[in-house]
């Protein structure tokens, strides 16, 4: 056997073998996906609760997940073929086409958390089907949500401060922002928080007081508050982008008085 061809075979069987390994790897997210939408056709949504992450859970109210499953028609979940599958670090990713029990294909995008060594669902993604669908910003959420939309992106941006590590934030903002910036920018621009240890996590259990009405302006939500503790008060504003189904960090100023 000639060398040359005898290395083209080791190295073959090499890329063989690394394909093996990542989709065994990843052999879990597809299941975690199923299992997710089969348990959400039955409409118990206590049940639907166990797969998604903490992320998503904050982020994201039950009743707007219930109107996303029903307007994307995932309700009607058949199968799913996933072409693209990845894993970095404690995070995974599946990206594919859902087949609808009408016969219907939804291009779908799954990313996932690894939380207490268990898989969990960060974020679902709709890249567009052939179902109707309103992609412009919404009118301005309830009070409730707005809150929680903050109480949200504030943990996020605590847990960057406290980890000196901006990933956990920048995974949850906009896409047209992460076009835009990396998460070691951020980092460079909130250095002074890091520098100086300052813990904002006491946050996420307090309620957040609106210093200004919320408004949308040109698919832009901006919010403007305090979160009044007896030491100090913590302002922020907070600007989001809709990017359906849901609104998105996209703007980000936090002082402390």
Known sequence: MKKG???????????????????????????????FFKTAQGQNFADV????????????????????????????YQSASWESRSIRGGQGEIEGTVTTKKGGRVPLKMSFVKENSTW??????LAGAGVSRHDGAPDLPSDDRLKQL??????????SVKAKD????YRNISKTWQQQITGEKLGEIFKTFSQNDIDL???????????????????????????????RTTTFVFKYLYEHPQWKLIGINVQMK
């Open 5 to 35: 061809f005898k290395w083209l075979i080791i190295a073959a069987a090499a890329i063989a073998l690394i394909i093996v390994v990542a989709f065994l790897l990843t052999a879990d997210l597809p299941k975690i996906a199923e299992a």
């Open 150 to 159: 903050i109480t949200a992106s504030m943990h996020d941006f605590a847990q």
């Open 49 to 76: 609760q166990k797969y998604l992450g903490s992320g998503f859970l904050a982020a994201t109210p039950l009743d707007d997940l219930k109107t996303f499953l029903r307007d994307s028609q995932l309700l009607a």
């Open 166 to 169: 901006f990933t956990p934030l």
């Open 120 to 125: 969990k669902i960060l974020r679902i993604d």
């Open 201 to 231: 996590t006491n946050l996420r259990d307090m309620e957040p007081v609106f210093s200004k009405k919320p408004f949308v302006d040109e698919n832009i939500l901006t919010i403007e508050g305090v979160f009044p503790e007896p030491s």
